[in-house]
Every structure is written in C-alpha cells, then in structure tokens.
C-alpha cells in the first residue's frame, strides 16, 4: 500500500509539472502571437521600429521585405493578416536557437515566416530570421 501511495504522489507532481508547463508555453506563444500581428501595421507607421527587435542588423531589409509584401497582399485582397506561432525552430531555417516560429497568412496563404526567441509572456521578442514564402 505504501508502494502505491508514494508512486501516486510522484504521479501527481508530475501531472503538476506538466501541466504548469503547457499552461506557461500556451501563455508565450499567445504574447509572440498578439505582438507579431502588431508589426506589420507598427511596420507601416514607423519602419525603423525594426532595428529594436532584430538580432542582427542584416535581417532589418529581409523582414522589411516580408512585412511589406504581407501589408500588400492582404490590401490587395481586401483580408485581415493571420499568424500562426508555433513552439521550437524551423528545420529548413533555423539552427535550434529560435523558441517560436511564426507565419503570416492572408486568405490561408502562407507569406512569410519569422523565427523568435521569446522565453516569458512579458519578455519583447526578439527577431533572429525572416523569410519569404
């Protein structure tokens, strides 16, 4: 009986664990969301509001290109822009190091990609790749 007691707390903690993880990465990849869709207009306002969230200066024109032809795309076909975040790095693009990868549709088209870091629901994100689709 003692067995199963122990083996049931150590359960227990572990669904805790587990859960509180899930919980907190669900919080993060809503904050890389909310802030994503928030560039492309800031992007309109103030293009130079790049250079705070890369990690390099030579991915400014890539992501400028990227947020450019997202704005265009989705005026030219009257929608609203969509991104989709997922939680790790691009295989084809990333070397492990980005927390976040998120895509930018228009009409369930897939435009362009950023990949991220972002380890809280409060840290700012922080740009290392930007591509075209």
Same mark, same amino acid.
């Given at each position: 009986?003692?067995?199963?007691?122990?083996?049931? @707390? @150590?359960?227990?903690?572990?669904?805790? @664990?587990?859960?509180?993880?899930?919980?907190?990465?669900?919080?993060?990849?809503?904050?890389?969301?909310?802030?994503?869709?928030?560039?492309?207009?800031? %992007?309109?306002?103030?293009?130079?509001?790049?250079?705070?969230?890369?990690?390099?200066?030579?991915? &400014?024109?890539?992501?400028?290109?990227?947020?450019?032809?997202? #704005? &265009?795309?989705? @005026?030219?076909?009257?929608?609203?822009?969509?991104?989709?975040? /997922?939680?790790?790095?691009? *295989?084809? #693009?990333?070397?492990? /190091?980005?927390? +976040?990868?998120?895509? %930018?549709?228009?009409?369930?088209? *897939?435009?362009?990609?950023?990949?991220?870091?972002? +380890?809280?629901?409060?840290?700012?994100?922080?740009?290392?790749?930007?591509?075209?689709?």
């Amino acid at each position: 009986m003692r067995r199963w007691v122990g083996l049931g @707390i @150590i359960l227990l903690f572990a669904a805790g @664990i587990s859960w509180w993880s899930a919980k907190e990465e669900s919080k993060v990849s809503i904050h890389v969301q909310q802030e994503v869709v928030r560039l492309v207009p800031l %992007f309109q306002l103030d293009p130079s509001c790049l250079s705070s969230i890369v990690e390099n200066a030579v991915l &400014e024109p890539t992501l400028a290109n990227s947020l450019e032809m997202v #704005y &265009e795309k989705s @005026i030219a076909l009257g929608k609203g822009v969509a991104v989709v975040v /997922t939680s790790g790095d691009n *295989e084809e #693009y990333g070397d492990g /190091t980005a927390t +976040h990868v998120a895509v %930018f549709k228009v009409n369930k088209e *897939e435009l362009a990609s950023l990949r991220i870091i972002c +380890h809280s629901d409060t840290d700012p994100l922080l740009i290392t790749g930007a591509w075209i689709q």
